[in-house]
């Protein structure tokens, strides 16, 4: 085999903006591109991070089915197109995409097969029942058609492992942050915060992620009513996909705590870098995650975190924010308001020392390095 030629095929659930979306669109375009040719295969959609790949030159194809539908034709033109590709190392991201395209993969001969796993709470009652029927399927199948598991998280390993995934085959590779996208920038922040309409003196809080049962908005709603009753100039922000005034659950819930003058609902925002930079704190309340991109992203940008302590959120964060028990909007609530009490020369002294943790220990360059060794060594075994 040519060294200068491996061919790498990803195969991934969907190409929306996500946490495993973002991490793929990172990797393939900060890999060796003389040593490696990728190419992607979405089961759903092409979405935004699909249409960017294609504008970087990258080969992707949708086979349009339908999330937690497979289709038998979308299965045959999956097989057809692996078939073509002839790939040297194929790799799947989530879990759909690990059953369907990981047995595919198998079925065309593909000796060499890589999943990628994201999540970390497998708690029945935090994910949809079709999540935990594919983790549990995926679970019996990861005896014999994965060569090598990747979990992005420690939190994610321990709780796969402990839910039947084969522990030989699993091993971890923590996502990386792009230091020279994620940055402070006081201009940014000045100019920002002007378009949204917050004063220079008042306190922002911030969170970007879609809406999902995981991340878990309720509780984040309900700790910030709490910090209003003693600061009631402070701002929460929030974006990302169905985020927004039009999500019926989030109106409700508005309308109920009197939150309409003091909160921002953007829905999804491509202007990421620009709305973390106009936070002072920013904030997880997540019942789940792996490793998140969000929180890494903020501390990129130099702003000090309240996190939830789940997945490997209070190692990422150390000594540069709080981390609160997860499921409980009272102990938010007071995670919160530490930051706020917070004089902003010791919260911008705490914003410095996470953007340091992240550009020496997570920046997406070492990170995309041990992901060439890991595949190298997987192919050459």
């Known amino acids: 085999m040519n060294r200068r030629s491996i061919r790498l095929v990803h195969i991934i659930t969907g190409l929306d903006a996500g946490g495993a979306e973002a991490m793929l669109a990172k990797l393939l375009r900060g890999m060796n591109k003389e040593l490696f040719s990728n190419e992607v295969i979405s089961l759903t959609n092409i979405g935004l991070i699909g249409k960017e790949l294609r504008d970087s030159g990258f080969k992707v194809t949708s086979l349009g089915m339908h999330r937690g539908l497979p289709s038998p034709l979308g299965v045959l033109k999956l097989f057809f197109l692996l078939g073509k590709s002839s790939p040297d190392l194929a790799l799947t991201w989530m879990y759909h995409a690990d059953l369907i395209g990981g047995t595919v993969a198998r079925l065309c001969g593909i000796d060499k097969l890589c999943w990628n796993v994201r999540h970390c709470n497998l708690d029945a009652d935090k994910n949809k029942c079709l999540t935990i029927l594919t983790a549990k399927t995926c679970a019996a199948f990861s005896a014999f058609v994965p060569s090598r598991i990747v979990c992005n998280s420690r939190a994610g390993l321990g709780a796969h492992q402990d839910f039947g995934y084969m522990a030989k085959k699993l091993s971890v590779i923590p996502n990386g942050f792009d230091t020279e996208k994620f940055f402070p920038d006081e201009k940014t922040r000045k100019k920002t915060r002007k378009s949204l309409g917050v004063d220079d003196d008042q306190f922002v809080f911030g969170n970007v992620g879609r809406y999902n049962l995981q991340k878990n908005h309720s509780d984040l709603l309900d700790a910030f009513a709490l910090v209003l009753k003693d600061n009631p100039r402070s701002i929460l922000v929030c974006c990302g996909r169905d ?83 997860s499921g409980c909007h009272f102990k938010l609530a007071e995670g919160m308001s530490a930051a706020l009490l917070t004089s902003m020369s010791e919260l911008s002294k705490k914003g410095s020392s996470a953007r340091r943790r992240i550009v020496e220990v997570f920046s997406i360059q070492s990170v995309i390095s041990s992901f060439e060794q890991f595949y190298l060594k997987l192919i050459y075994e």
């Open 243 to 325: 985020v927004s005034l039009e999500n019926h659950q989030i109106k409700e819930q508005v309308e109920r705590l009197n939150l309409h003058s003091n909160v921002l609902f953007l829905g999804f925002r491509k202007d990421v870098t620009e709305l973390l930079n106009s936070f002072d704190t920013y904030v997880s309340s997540s019942l789940g995650e792996g490793f998140s991109n969000s929180i890494g992203e903020a501390m990129a940008v130099g702003i000090p975190c309240v996190v939830t302590d789940v997945g490997d959120s209070k190692d990422l964060v150390g000594q540069t924010g709080w981390t609160v028990d």
